[in-house]
């Protein structure tokens, strides 16, 4: 597709339930990135991919959180035991090794209550 | 570790006037440096970007400036429109790859008052 596309739209889950996010990147985009937008508006990197391997996983919390990327499917965000404070809107972004701009995705809006 | 700042948090203009939100950030390596629309409930929007080989770049009433030795670069909006009122992200790419993650300032929220 032209755009990236990131399903669910809002997904609500009780603390401790499990989340799972989805990412298509754009056709033909061989890098996949994620962020987590809280509600202080500021951006934090969490992982990205290289087709299905992990490129950079700095800013993935060592628990909870996991991610994948697997051939013919979309990419994927999944926090087990969700907390309160992983409420927030997940961004996913695409780009290629020639391109330099990130394609952003619409986001997931995740709400833990 | 890897640091942008964004100044101002918020800033409000008449509208025609301009508008200034500056960045400075810490990665000496940064080679790309985009800025970001952020419209409410939306996704981030590229509105204009500059790469480190240049000092300056402009798209109509948006301008950027980047100034390498001192590690901060400005967003420039000239002749402000109420629907330039949104929240603006500046951000830095790590490392020299063109695939470096971004790390983002802190937001600027602009409202432009008619």
């Known amino acids: 597709g032209e755009e990236v596309a990131q399903t669910p739209k809002h997904l609500v889950r009780g603390e401790g339930q499990k989340a799972k996010l989805y990412c298509a990147p754009i056709?033909?985009?061989?890098?996949v990135f994620w962020y987590q937008q809280v509600l202080k508006n500021e951006f934090k990197f969490l992982i990205s991919?290289?087709?299905?391997?992990?490129?950079?996983e700095t800013g993935m919390p060592k628990e909870r959180f996991s991610a994948k990327c697997l051939p013919n499917s979309p990419c994927s965000l999944e926090i087990q035991a969700t907390k309160l404070e992983d409420s927030a809107v997940y961004f996913c972004?695409?780009?290629?090794?020639?391109?330099?701009?990130?394609?952003f995705g619409p986001g997931t809006r995740l709400t833990v209550l | 570790g890897e640091n942008v700042e964004q100044h101002p948090s918020t800033l409000s203009v008449q509208e025609g006037d301009s508008a200034v939100i500056k960045c400075t950030y810490s990665?000496?390596?940064?080679?790309?440096f985009p800025w970001y629309k952020q419209e409410l409930g939306k996704r981030p929007q590229l509105i204009i970007d500059?790469?480190?080989?240049?000092g300056e770049k402009k798209d109509q009433r948006i301008a950027v400036t980047l100034n390498k030795t001192a590690k901060h670069f400005s967003l420039h909006i000239t002749e402000t429109q109420p629907e330039d009122s949104a929240v603006y992200f500046c951000a830095a790419s790590t490392g020299s790859s063109n695939t470096g993650k971004l790390i983002f300032g802190q937001g600027t929220t602009l409202q432009v008052k008619p």
């Open positions: 990665d000496s390596a940064s080679n790309y």
């Open positions: 972004a695409s780009t290629t090794s020639r391109d330099i701009e990130q394609f």
């Open positions: 056709k033909g985009h061989s890098y």
């Open positions: 991919f290289q087709n299905e391997n992990v490129f950079d």
């Open positions: 500059i790469r480190s080989n240049v």
